[in-house]
C-alpha cells in the first residue's frame, strides 16, 4: 500500500482559454495547458522524467513539450483516464520509476480542430461496436443515460426532482467566470428545453466545450520545495464495468459494484471517512451521474441520492458542497471530462477556485470513462494525515 | 462466473429505455427510436429497441413482456425486441 500523501500535486492549471477556442487545436491545448502547468509549478521540462496523456501519441506529445521521459503511460479509459494516469504516476513515483510526472490533457470538443479527435469511449473494436451502436448510433444522451427510468421507477424521482441537479449546479456556475453557463436557471426551465433521449432533455446534457487541462505531481519530499503548497494525493481507487454500451452492459445498473470498488479503494488508502470529505466532484455527463456516485461511493444509501440533491444538499448553502463549478453541464465539458473535474478539486484544496468552500481540508473527486466502462477516484488533501 | 455459449429463448422483459428523438442513421426514420436494455429470461441484460409498437412511454411500460424479433436493414439483420402480446 502506498502511504496517503505520498505524492502531491504541485503544479496545475487549465488551457488559457476554455469554452469555444476555435483558433487551437486538441494538440495545441494540451501544449498551452502543459506549459500553464509547468510555469504554475515553476519548473521547465528538463524537470519533468515522468509523462502520460492519453488519446494522443505518447512520445509525439512529450517531444513537442521537450520532454523526454524515462517513464511514460497512455492509459485510456474514456473520460476518466486522466484520473487513472494520475493513480499509475502515483504508483510509479513511490515505486522510484521517476520522480515528477506531467499529466496532459487537451480535447477541442467543440470546434473539433485537429485530426485524431475521434473520442469512441474506447468501443472501437470491441462488443459494443460489433453488437450495440445500431440502436444508438452511439448517442450518449440514449444510452449513458439508460438506467435513469428504472431508478426514477424504483424510487419515486419525478422529473422536478430529477431536474433539480442542473439547477443546483447552475447555481453554482453564477459565480464561476470561466464557466460557459451563468444564467440562473429553474426546475421549469430545464423541463422545457428540448427533449433530445426521453426522459432526458437538453438542460440535463454536458456541454460540448474545447478545454485542456496539465498537472504536476511529484514525491512528497519534492513537493515541499515548490512555490504552490501541494496538494497532497492521500488516496486512489479505480475500476472496470462492462459500461451500458457493451453486450451485458452494467452488472446491476442501480447497483453500479465498480463505483463501491474505486470508492473502498480510495477510503480505504487515504485512511479517510465520508465525514472527512469537505467538498465533492462527481463527473456529470449527464445529470443522473452525481445521483449514482453519491450512492455508490456510500454518501448516501442506494435509492437516497436522486432525492438528496432535490433537497439541495448538494447546491451552494448545503452540507455536501459539489460540482462547485458548475461541472459537465454548465462549466465546461469537452468529450472527456476527468481532467477538468479533477482541476476543480484541486483548486478548491488550494483554496484558489472561484467558488470557494470554507475550510477544504480533502476533498474527493470521481470520474467515469466509456459510458461507465470504468471509473476512479481520488481523495486530495492539504496535509499529510 | 462461468463463461458458456448458450441458446436463448428469445423471452425478455423491459429493464429501462430512452427514446432517442433523432434516431440513428441505420433506421432511416426522423421520428423517435426506443433504445432499450432488455432482461433476457436466462439472465443477461442486452442492449437493444423495441420495435412494433408506439415508441412512447406509454407504450412501453417497464417489466412488459417481450419476444426477440429480426429487423433486417440493406446490410445486417438486427437482433430487436417487440411485446410479447403482439405474437400469435
Not at chain 1, 63 to 69: A, D, K, N, S, T
Not at chain 1, 93 to 115: D, F, M, Q, W
Request: with cysteine; charged share 15%.
Amino acid at each position: 500500500m502506498i502511504p496517503p500523501g505520498a505524492t502531491a500535486i504541485v503544479g496545475a492549471a487549465e488551457s488559457t482559454e476554455i469554452g469555444t477556442v476555435p483558433d487551437m487545436s486538441s494538440v495545441g491545448l494540451a501544449i498551452d495547458a502543459a506549459a500553464n502547468a509547468m510555469r504554475d509549478a515553476g519548473i521547465t521540462a528538463a524537470d519533468i522524467d515522468g509523462f502520460t496523456c492519453g488519446y494522443f501519441p505518447v512520445a509525439d506529445m512529450s517531444r513537442q513539450l521537450g520532454i523526454f521521459p524515462s517513464w511514460a503511460d497512455n492509459t485510456v479509459v474514456g473520460g476518466c483516464s486522466w484520473m487513472f494516469q494520475l493513480r499509475n504516476a502515483v504508483a510509479a513515483i513511490h515505486a522510484g520509476y521517476c520522480n515528477t510526472v506531467l499529466i496532459v490533457y487537451g480535447e477541442s470538443g467543440k470546434s473539433t480542430r485537429g485530426l485524431g479527435q475521434s473520442f469512441d469511449a474506447g468501443q472501437r473494436g470491441g462488443t459494443g461496436q460489433q453488437f450495440d451502436m445500431f440502436y444508438s448510433g452511439g448517442q450518449a444522451a440514449a444510452t449513458f443515460t439508460l438506467p435513469v427510468v428504472r431508478y426514477q421507477h424504483e424510487y419515486g424521482l419525478t422529473d422536478e426532482e430529477l431536474a433539480v441537479g442542473a439547477v443546483s449546479q447552475r447555481e453554482w456556475a453564477v459565480d464561476v467566470p470561466r464557466a460557459t453557463l451563468r444564467e440562473s436557471t429553474s426546475v421549469e426551465e430545464v423541463l422545457a428545453s428540448p427533449m433530445i433521449a426521453w426522459p432526458i432533455r437538453r438542460a440535463m446534457c454536458c456541454l460540448v466545450s474545447d478545454a485542456g487541462g496539465a498537472l504536476v505531481v511529484t514525491s512528497a519530499d519534492r513537493a515541499k520545495d515548490y512555490p504552490k503548497p501541494p496538494v497532497y494525493v492521500l488516496g486512489t481507487g479505480g475500476a472496470l464495468e462492462a459500461g451500458v454500451m457493451s453486450p451485458g452492459g452494467v452488472r446491476e445498473p442501480l447497483r453500479p459494484e465498480f463505483i463501491r470498488t474505486s470508492g473502498e479503494a480510495a477510503f480505504t488508502s487515504s485512511g479517510t471517512t465520508h465525514a472527512d470529505i469537505d467538498h465533492l466532484m462527481i463527473y456529470d455527463a449527464f445529470i443522473h451521474n452525481p445521483i449514482f456516485g453519491l450512492e455508490g461511493l456510500g454518501f448516501v444509501e442506494y435509492g437516497e441520492g436522486g432525492h438528496f440533491i432535490a433537497e439541495g444538499h448538494t447546491a451552494p448553502g448545503g452540507k455536501l458542497p459539489m460540482n462547485t463549478s458548475g461541472g459537465g453541464l454548465s462549466y465546461a465539458h469537452t468529450g472527456a471530462y476527468g481532467m477538468l473535474c479533477m482541476l476543480e478539486s484541486i483548486r478548491q484544496v488550494r483554496g484558489e477556485a472561484a467558488n470557494q468552500v470554507a475550510d477544504v481540508d480533502i476533498a474527493l473527486c470521481h470520474g467515469w470513462g466509456g459510458y461507465w466502462s470504468a471509473c476512479s477516484t481520488l481523495i486530495f488533501g492539504t496535509s499529510v494525515p | 462466473m462461468d463463461v458458456e455459449f448458450f441458446d436463448a429463448s428469445g423471452d425478455a422483459t423491459l429493464y429501462s429505455y430512452t427514446i432517442q428523438q433523432k434516431p440513428f442513421a441505420l433506421w432511416g426514420t426522423d421520428g423517435p427510436r426506443s433504445v432499450a436494455l432488455v432482461r433476457l429470461a436466462e439472465g443477461p441484460l442486452l442492449t437493444s429497441s423495441i420495435v412494433n409498437c408506439e415508441q412512447t412511454p406509454e407504450a412501453l411500460q417497464l417489466d412488459m413482456p417481450l419476444r426477440a424479433t429480426f429487423t433486417p436493414f440493406d446490410e445486417v439483420t438486427v437482433l430487436c425486441f417487440e411485446p410479447a402480446e403482439k405474437q400469435p
